[in-house]
């Protein structure tokens, strides 16, 4: 498991790696029907993994609209952790929480390409 991200490591290389924790977290079927203070958590959960995928994949970089998905997940997280009860896995919403943190904390938003940057 990983453990909170040393200042000198690359938040891309954290999210990675808290990313594939998830993903080799075996799938509790209960999870399917866990709603929270009105958050589905199954959907946060792929919504949020197509983000991380992209944020990766993309070097750290997300454009505003994944941002403010990001963000929107990252609040329902900070509704939903308090409220989990003890046997909802809350260790695999903690890392979702994690997660979202890291990319919102260090996203570089993708550079503007301004038509007279495109070749005539």
Do not use: K
């Amino acid at each position: 498991m990983m453990q909170d991200m040393d200042v000198a490591e690359d938040p891309v290389a954290v999210l990675a790696a808290l990313r594939e924790d998830h993903r080799n977290e075996p799938w509790d079927h209960r999870w399917n029907d866990l709603e929270v203070e009105g958050v589905d958590l199954v959907s946060l959960d792929t919504r949020l993994e197509g983000c991380t995928f992209t944020w990766v994949a993309n070097g750290g970089s997300l454009p505003e609209r994944g941002m403010a998905t990001v963000r929107l997940i990252l609040g329902q997280l900070e509704t939903v952790l308090p409220e989990l009860a003890a046997d909802d896995s809350q260790h695999v919403w903690h890392r979702l929480h994690r997660m979202a943190q890291l990319i919102v904390a260090h996203n570089t938003p993708p550079t503007e390409v301004s038509s007279s940057d495109l070749p005539a």
